[in-house]
DNA sequence: AAACAAATTGCAAACGTTTGCATAAATCTT
DNA sequence: AAGATTTATGCAAACGTTTGCAATTTGTTT
């Protein structure tokens, strides 16, 4: 690094036009003269210009950033760890740099509460992405009230004054358990928190699915992690011996605490208990036996959510949208 | 979203000060009379007054933003699912926010390749932090002789002009090894891709405990993903049948693939087979056997990293750092 | 009570872009 | 060939902070 870094000026003096001319050719303005635009844009590659972007967006009042949010609740504690979180904001990631925008990451646990205020108001970002819907809706809410063009990835049909867009997670919570039953399941778990917005519809899938066929529904209320289903499995079989013959849980994470307590008790998947979890990560393809699971597409959906945001930006209003689902049929149901 | 924005001049009016005073209220400068710092404070508070961070970027030349950039080579693809990559980009996320600094979440597939512009002069970023050395270090080692404030995760011991902190995969490798030795196993396979900075380390420390022993060494060298390392277990399988009893996996993702491969010809986990693997992702915990493995300590090396890339912006000169690793000691190796 | 020092506050210039409007150059009409 | 269009460029003001310096107020000393 020799020496102080160029700006417009500099660039418009070595080219001997004025900052105007180089501000619009670097911004392929046709209002300038293509082969000017050549020239400058050449000009500044040569001298490795980049604007500053700071001066640009003080004058333009916009960042072109999104801040995306990942909204934990700050108990119930599906942790930063859950491989799936951190897969939708790759996917994010990826569909805002496709848009020309950039991601500012962020969780719920800094940035305060006023989230209109720390992103928006303070221009660090145009709008805000949030993963998850947590328990409390409260801060979106406030922020979506207060005006600020944001996206929720959740459960679309929770009813809000903001577009969320997710998985059909009563289908797929139908889905899963219908394959289960169609697989000779006769008593299913359900393995999960149906407090949880998203789990709350999968658990009505469910419900509907075993109602349909006349079987008894059984709720097991745990945390979304691995060790929650773990315990909770373990403890159910401790007190009440092998009562099941078919989990559907609510992600795969919460699958595999659920098979680990099974399999140290040589309980057979899928023979004694046939298996379906929910997201389709990674592990669930390489796992022993491999699991089945509702599989959610997290690109398409990362797509639209910055779609929808760009479309807010614009001053449209934009509506939930559902995103479709398919089970992927793997060992772990098979019988 | 009632009213236009409100900016310092209009907090400066409604308290009857000027805009100077508003400002140094605001950014706690002791210059300004204690009291009068706490009513302006209050009266910010009240209107929901913040900052334009454009603006004071633009002026101080300072963003407090510091951007992350997941390093996968194009080719070799650890793919941005890994949840160890994504793990540290958590922790790291947790450790700027200590230091009230955001995160600018990159990847090397965007950005073009010259960082230094990219970020740096464009004011988008005061440092870059390198999640990952790749298979090249071309792109690093041209952003840091560019004079840019930066640090890397990957494999301390790498010679480089910029600091690298990291485990000290070294000793992971010969750990791992020398445990598996100690729980009898003769022909132990080492199961990744040596030409991969931290791993080519976790392998000579595998060497070395090898030759040690007097054991012979084996390679099969494979992408670093789960699948890669299930169809080289295959193979090897095929080809020659059970001809070892140990390995040293380079990723947790990879052992548990080279496990599938296994339980799916009832090769017993860990009596014919024992293995260790690296990064003690939670699934290692989770899954059965569970696997044992390397523990990086992640979150202590984010807090590192963050407070090297201070120093640097401060202009002292810092080193690389060697983290310590742990071996977690699971049932995947236990005879 | 005057003279001085210390503690507060205000003035005004910068930071580096973008853009409405005015101007200059090139092209077209008749 | 002179006016009327069209096309291309330049001028200068604004975006909202921060900060060196000057100015004012307050407190201290003789």
Redo the contacts with the bound molecule.
């Keep these: 690094m020799n020496d102080r870094?160029l700006?417009?000026?500099d660039l418009a003096k070595l080219a001997?036009?004025?900052?105007?001319?180089v501000?619009?050719a670097?911004?392929d303005n046709?209002?300038?003269?293509?082969e000017?635009r050549d020239k400058l844009q050449q000009l500044a590659k040569k001298h490795n210009f980049s604007?500053?972007t700071a001066?640009?967006r003080?004058?333009?009042?916009k960042t072109n950033v999104v801040a995306v949010i990942i909204n934990l609740d700050g108990d119930t504690e599906q942790s930063i760890n859950d491989p799936f979180l951190l897969k939708i904001v790759g996917e994010i990631n990826l569909a805002l740099n496709k848009f020309g925008l950039e991601l500012l990451l962020s969780n719920s646990f800094m940035a305060s509460d006023d989230w209109a205020n720390y992103f928006i108001n303070s221009r660090r970002a145009d709008g805000i992405i949030v993963v998850g819907q947590g328990k409390s809706q409260a801060n979106i809410e406030a922020a979506a009230s207060a005006g600020v063009p944001l996206v929720v990835w959740g459960d679309p049909k929770t009813p809000s004054s903001y577009p969320i867009v997710g998985s059909d997670n009563y289908l797929g919570g139908r889905l899963a358990t219908e394959h289960l039953l169609a697989n000779g399941a006769k008593n299913i778990l359900f393995l999960g928190d149906p407090g949880h917005a998203e789990i709350s519809e999968r658990h009505r899938g469910y419900l509907d699915a075993i109602n349909e066929a006349k079987a008894t529904p059984h709720v097991v209320s745990i945390d979304i992690t691995s060790s929650a289903a773990y315990k909770g499995i373990n403890q159910l079989l401790v007190e009440k011996g092998l009562c099941f013959d078919g989990i559907m849980a609510c992600s795969d994470m919460v699958a595999f605490g659920a098979m680990k307590a099974l399999k140290e008790r040589y309980i057979s998947i899928p023979n004694d208990v046939a298996l379906v979890g929910f997201d389709d990560i990674a592990m669930a393809d390489i796992s022993h036996p491999s699991l089945s699971s509702i599989k959610q597409n997290t690109q398409r959906a990362s797509v639209i959510l910055v779609e929808k945001l760009l479309a807010q930006l614009t001053g449209q209003s934009v509506e939930s949208q559902v995103v479709e689902i398919e089970l992927v049929n793997r060992q772990s149901s098979q019988r």
Tied chains: 1, 2.
Excluded: E, M
């Design positions: 870094k700006k417009l000026a001997g036009v004025s900052t105007s001319t501000s619009r670097l911004n046709p209002l300038i003269k293509q000017t604007l500053n001066a640009s003080l004058r333009t009042q």
